[in-house]
């Protein structure tokens, strides 16, 4: 099946601990999209890449880290600069970086710091 | 930058009824996405239409690009369409191809 695999879907982290989010997706896609979600809230971009080898700071990025060295996956790394790291994560893709291309999503990984 | 209004930010219904959904946005788009947030955060792609009328079974969609809003209508709703519906637009200005979102329309539809 083509689509977009985030693992896991729950996640526990100690504070002051480093933890990496998967993302995966075997669609061909260039781009692909890191956002945090907050309870009653919308999604926040955190980071964004277009191209491997390649990534972009988003709206939220202090505190996290990314890399893109295969197209197929965007890991994220949530570091202990983030002060409040509690959240719904959620990875996308799309065909390319360009004008009007519609973005398919994972089915999220839930951080909880305990 | 870009805003993204939708409306209303909660509705109620009765299985079986019909409801609207809209979306305002306050400058030109290239691309608006529907989106159905299932209550287990699965992010669900409804619709692409940065402009004119789209149907899916029950679920249908309008944007009118000139007057900046996009519509989405529900018909005969059922309990399994319960959730969060967004809106989320890539403004034509600037050079990024991020997607602004909308805060969401919270349905809860009752048996």
């Known amino acids: 099946d083509g689509g977009i695999t985030q693992s896991p879907k729950y996640l526990f982290r100690k504070e002051g601990q480093n933890v990496t989010l998967s993302c995966e997706q075997n669609?061909?896609?260039?781009?692909m999209y890191w956002y945090r979600q907050d309870p009653g809230q919308g999604l926040r971009l955190i980071y964004y890449s277009q191209i491997v080898n390649d990534f972009q700071k988003g709206d939220i990025a202090e505190g996290y880290s990314v890399s893109r060295e295969k197209k197929e996956s965007f890991p994220l790394t949530v570091t202990s600069a983030q002060k409040n790291p509690t959240a719904f994560y959620l990875c996308?893709?799309?065909?390319?970086?360009?004008?009007?291309?519609?973005?398919?999503f994972g089915q999220g990984t839930r951080l909880t710091v305990v | 930058g870009i805003q993204v209004e939708q409306s209303p930010p909660d509705l109620i219904l009765q299985e079986g009824a019909n409801s609207t959904l809209r979306c305002n946005f306050s400058?030109?788009?290239?691309?608006l996405q529907w989106f159905h947030q299932n209550p287990w955060g699965q992010l669900i792609n409804l619709f692409y239409i940065p402009s004119g009328t789209k149907q899916n079974g029950r679920l249908s969609a309008t944007t009118v690009a000139t007057e900046r809003y996009s519509l989405l209508y529900i018909s005969s709703s059922q309990t399994t369409d319960s959730g969060v519906y967004f809106c989320?637009?890539?403004?034509?200005?600037?050079?990024?191809?991020?997607?602004?979102w909308g805060l969401g329309t919270s349905l809860a539809v009752n048996p």
């Open positions: 400058d030109s788009v290239n691309n």
């Open positions: 996308a893709s799309s065909i390319s970086g360009g004008l009007g291309t519609e973005a398919f």
């Open positions: 669609l061909n896609h260039d781009a």
């Open positions: 989320a637009v890539e403004p034509e200005a600037g050079n990024n191809r991020k997607l602004i």
